[in-house]
């Protein structure tokens, strides 16, 4: 086991997140996740599946994470770990992988269930911040 999969570094990772399930409400799905990740600072967040009777509108479990980050200081991820109702490690979504892209760096590191990947390989060219900073550094023909 290399240190990118230590148990010290993420088994705090993995019971944030199955303790966030019991938090999830999955009246439509029944189907709890559970987020953490933890920060630059060295804090860890957590969050779960909040869903609603129009389906469409509900938050994963990424979102609701985040949403504790901001409120707990901010600051890039460093290690993020999801689990499913039976605690089995769960891939983002791509939605939610967009989410986590916002707040991640180069070092970010995800736990997946084919092992430890960056953000860039579960988002590879992904759309962010840059993009917009190039364009509103040398605005186009396409400006307005
Ligand atoms: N879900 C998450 O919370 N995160 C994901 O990355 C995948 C899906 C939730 C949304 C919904 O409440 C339930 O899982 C079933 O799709």
Same mark, same amino acid.
């Given at each position: =086991?290399?240190?990118? &999969?230590?148990? #010290?570094?993420?088994?705090?990772? !993995? ?6 399930? $019991? ?9 709890? #996740?559970?987020? $953490? ?12 599946? #909040? ?12 979102? &609701? =994470?985040?949403?504790?980050?901001? =409120? ?10 999801? #689990?499913?109702? @039976?605690?089995? +490690? ?6 939610? !992988? @967009? +989410? ?10 995800? =736990? ?5 990947? &960056?953000?860039? @390989? ?7 911040? !840059?993009?917009? $900073?190039?364009?509103?550094? $040398?605005?186009?023909?396409?400006? !307005?």
């Amino acid at each position: =086991m290399n240190a990118n &999969t230590s148990d #010290v570094e993420w088994e705090p990772l !993995r019971l944030a997140a199955t303790a966030a399930l $019991a938090n999830a409400y999955v009246p439509y799905s029944k189907f709890p #996740v559970g987020a $953490a990740a933890r920060l630059e600072d060295g804090s860890i967040v957590s969050g779960c599946n #909040v869903e609603n009777a129009s389906y469409g509108v509900t938050l994963c479990a990424e979102c &609701t =994470m985040i949403g504790a980050a901001r =409120m707990n200081g901010g600051g890039l991820i460093t290690e993020f770990y999801c #689990v499913d109702g @039976q605690g089995a +490690i769960l891939m983002p979504c791509g939605r939610c !992988r @967009q +989410i986590l892209f916002e707040f991640s760096a180069a070092a970010t590191r995800l =736990m997946t269930p084919s092992g430890v990947k &960056t953000m860039d @390989q579960v988002l590879p060219d992904a759309f962010g911040p !840059r993009d917009l $900073a190039r364009i509103a550094a $040398a605005p186009g023909e396409a400006s !307005r």
